[in-house]
């Protein structure tokens, strides 16, 4: 770990810039890759190194996320401003609906198809919980 303070040319401090420096070895036979992460995050332990790193690790779910908005959806295209429209567009295209400006707004059969797509997500996760605690009662005998 090593921190530097950021000046602009003009001489005007900029803030903190802290590296954090790793080296993964989990393989052998493997040469172990070595990396850093730049971070404008104060960090003053070990421990709050660790945290940053684990921050980071999040970051592709995020991205992922992002990526599905922006290419499955065409989130970009609908400039959607409130929390409220994302929500309404994501359950409409769970149900089919084409978000299209002469469309106007989903009906029954699109709202029907959201409901039973979120009823059967639901079945699939009971069924999964019920096969992981039988798997794990198996376990216990």
């Not at 730049?38 to 940053?52: F, H, N, R, Y």
Request: proline share 5%; net charge positive.
């Amino acid at each position: 770990m090593h921190s530097v303070l950021v000046v602009s040319p003009t001489g005007v401090p900029l803030g903190i810039l802290s590296k954090i420096s790793g080296r993964e070895n989990n393989y052998p036979n493997i040469p172990p890759i070595e990396w850093f992460l730049l971070t404008t995050i104060p960090i003053g332990s070990l421990e709050e190194a660790v945290q940053k790193i684990e921050a980071y690790r999040e970051r592709w779910k995020i991205e992922r996320f992002h990526y599905i908005l922006k290419s499955g959806c065409g989130i970009e295209d609908l400039q959607l401003e409130t929390k409220e429209r994302l929500e309404i567009l994501i359950l409409t295209k769970l149900g089919g609906f084409l978000v299209r400006k002469h469309d106007g707004k989903p009906g029954v059969k699109v709202l029907w198809r959201v409901l039973q797509k979120l009823n059967e997500g639901l079945l699939f996760v009971g069924y999964f919980r019920s096969i992981q605690s039988s798997s794990q009662d198996m376990g216990n005998e």
